[in-house]
């Protein structure tokens, strides 16, 4: 049987840590699979259940990174696995040195946002070229942006996110005041300022009651909280740190909202999404992959409070469009985002790079 590594940089809740998840489980019933967690500070026991549950060898590297990469080299040459498979950059850098000296047949990166910083971009640029076999991204921006800033085209493809689903359509709820929801770290990329200006924009031009839901931990949590008290936002909007209970709360939801400037495919559009929730989202990344405007949401570009503020109006006054958009949401994503699909995908990949490497 075939061996595979995938090396994900945490197990925590996020986009890339719960994809990588989904892919070793995926893998699993076809091969032998290791897990490896580089930082293994935090890790959350519903992932640590899954693990268990589906029978995934889980490897966790410790100590410092000298360490950690010779604890991932002994495994790799130890196993002597066919593919390796990362998902961030760090894992991309690991993947390539360790990958490249023992010469894993197949190395796979990932790319999982459409922009990066220069230099995190020349490195990932020349690895992509030089040390990987190919680089899948999540999304076609992500891909196309890429490919415009020199990396080999030939060696990207687009493998999007999935979603795993449980068996229920909501519909529209029927609880006041109406529910916004936003589930996402507290980072400079998620333009809380923009979500919290299109609130208080709603707010004016209506009578409507709304209550903003804000579910997430990072490093912007004071600046945000000092956003909702600047706009007088305190009776509308609550932050709630790193809950987990998240899906009672979207379930409790009747808006999903997601003022974004960057994105790759995302994963949290697709919770909401997934409980039939319609979507006002910014048009950026693979958004409009997910979000058709007038059928379930509305895109946005980045920035316009106004235009999103109105969005949430029409949407909170009109139960039935809410209803139908939402419905929308829900078949639309089992219809393209299946981890059937997912799994499909990855297959194919997988097997024709073996057959080709022999």
Known sequence: MNKIVIINNWLISGGAEKQGLI?????????????????????EDKFLNEIKANNIELI?????????????YRLCKKEKVSAIISYLFIGNLINSIIGSILKVKIRIGGIRSSSHSTIKNLVQKYLHNNNLTLSISNSYQGMNNCVRNGYDSKKMIVIHNCFEFEDEIYETRKNLPIQIVTVARFVDQKDYL???KAIKYAVSLSNIKIHYFILGYGKNENKIRGWIEELDLNDVVTLVINPQNVNEYIAKSHIYLSTSLVEGLS???MEGMSFSLPIIATNVGDNNELVKNGFNG????????????KYIVELANDEENRNIFGKNSYFHLRENFSSKKFEQNYLKLINKLLEKEG
């Open 23 to 43: 892919l070793a489980k995926t893998l699993n019933a076809h091969f032998k699979v290791y897990f490896c967690i580089y930082y293994t500070h935090e890790l």
């Open 267 to 269: 994963n949290s559009i």
């Open 194 to 196: 923009t979500s919290l």
């Open 60 to 72: 966790l590297l410790n100590g410092n990174h000298l360490n950690k990469l010779y604890q991932f």
């Open 298 to 309: 509305y895109l946005t570009e980045t920035g316009n409070y106004e235009l999103i503020g």
